[in-house]
């Protein structure tokens, strides 16, 4: 039976298995003091520990095998690969091209971390800048795929992204067994979405919830209408790597198998942020703190009652630490004074 969607559980397993030794099993790991915070067992997947710092090399390095394999057929192997992205995807296509000897062009808005960027042309791509805006990203890519002669692997609508992001549900489920939720920070999608179609096929009682930021929440706003409604404008967040929007791929799964969406303010994602980095030593982004800000919010527990065991995915580490300047309190420098 065909799927509905652009994948299927089929392909999050084929993922899985091109992926093999190839990037690491990620650790889930605990914390007793957020779980008293919280009031319910936590698991925290840790993909800040994954290859590139991030889950995203899940995605990519799945998009350009597949690729390299169809080149192995009738089909000539690309000359190179083209994307956008807000700094994560664009440091996993880099890896993902340099592993399969592939020229690789990323398309990153100016505003992003300089840590991200100097991350990129690290791994060999060329980096190419843009305005901060979905249209301008889109655009100069289209642009750049045409010059090049490439081929376009979307940050979260391809579809064998889609299905390496999925990967993460296949080692929860393996990892933490006794799992009753899983809570995924959502940008364009594509994380959540393989999530969901891995997790609903194999374990349909499991709940999977959408998190993201009050001020970037296309998400929240699409599950309510029940329709696509993108963010008209470039959200402002501490969030970098969720500013995007879910698209056409990514949609109908999120309407039909994530159970809610779930939206936290920007002082939440500081404290929660924060929160990790002081009680589990872990130097995860600001987007990685957006889960863990939702599990922490009167609204998650008003949802899950009946929820004991929740894994949150720490989906990265990718931190630019000189421009955190939210760290210091209003009034006070970055030495106190």
């Not at 390299?68 to 956008?84: L, M, N």
């Not at 096929?201 to 499991?206: E, K, T, V």
């Not at 999120?254 to 002081?278: G, R, Y």
């Not at 065991?309 to 309190?329: K, Q």
Request: proline share 6%; aromatic share 4%; with cysteine.
């Amino acid at each position: 039976m065909s799927s509905p969607y652009c994948i299927s559980l089929a392909d999050v397993e084929a993922a899985q298995s091109s992926l093999h030794g190839l990037i690491h099993l990620t650790p889930i790991l605990t914390s007793s003091s957020l779980d008293e915070l919280a009031g319910h067992r936590r698991f925290f997947k840790c993909e800040l520990f994954q290859k590139t710092g991030s889950f995203k090399i899940r995605g990519a390095l799945n998009a350009v095998r597949s690729l390299v394999r169809a080149a192995q057929g009738d089909r000539e192997q690309p000359k190179a690969v083209v994307t956008h992205s807000s700094g994560n995807h664009g440091q996993a296509l880099a890896f993902a091209a340099k592993v399969e000897g592939i020229p690789a062009y990323v398309v990153v808005p100016r505003t992003a971390p300089l840590c991200k960027k100097a991350a990129i042309c690290s791994y060999g791509a060329r980096l190419i800048l843009c305005e901060p805006t979905d249209k301008s990203r889109m655009e100069v890519a289209a642009q750049t795929v045409q010059e090049k002669e490439g081929v376009m692997v979307h940050p979260n609508q391809d579809p064998a992204v889609i299905a390496g992001q999925g990967t993460i549900a296949l080692e929860v489920l393996q990892q933490v067994p006794q799992v009753n939720a899983l809570v995924v920070p959502v940008g364009g999608g594509g994380m959540v979405a393989g999530i969901a179609v891995a997790v609903k096929a194999l374990r349909p009682d499991i709940r999977v919830y959408a998190a993201e930021p009050c001020n970037a929440d296309d998400c929240y706003r699409s599950k309510v209408r029940g329709e696509l409604i993108p963010n008209r404008h470039l959200p402002d967040t501490i969030a970098d790597s969720v500013k995007t929007s879910i698209g056409p791929n990514t949609w109908p799964i999120i309407k039909d198998l994530v159970d809610d969406v779930l939206t936290v303010t920007e002082e939440e994602i500081q404290q929660a942020t924060q929160l990790v980095w002081e009680r589990m030593k872990l130097l995860i982004e600001p987007t990685a703190g957006v889960g863990v800000a939702a599990v922490l919010s009167e609204q998650f527990r008003s949802v899950s009652q009946e929820v004991k065991n929740v894994c949150i995915v720490l989906c990265g580490g990718n931190t630019d630490l000189g421009s955190l300047a939210w760290l210091s309190p209003p009034g006070k420098g970055a030495n106190g004074n």
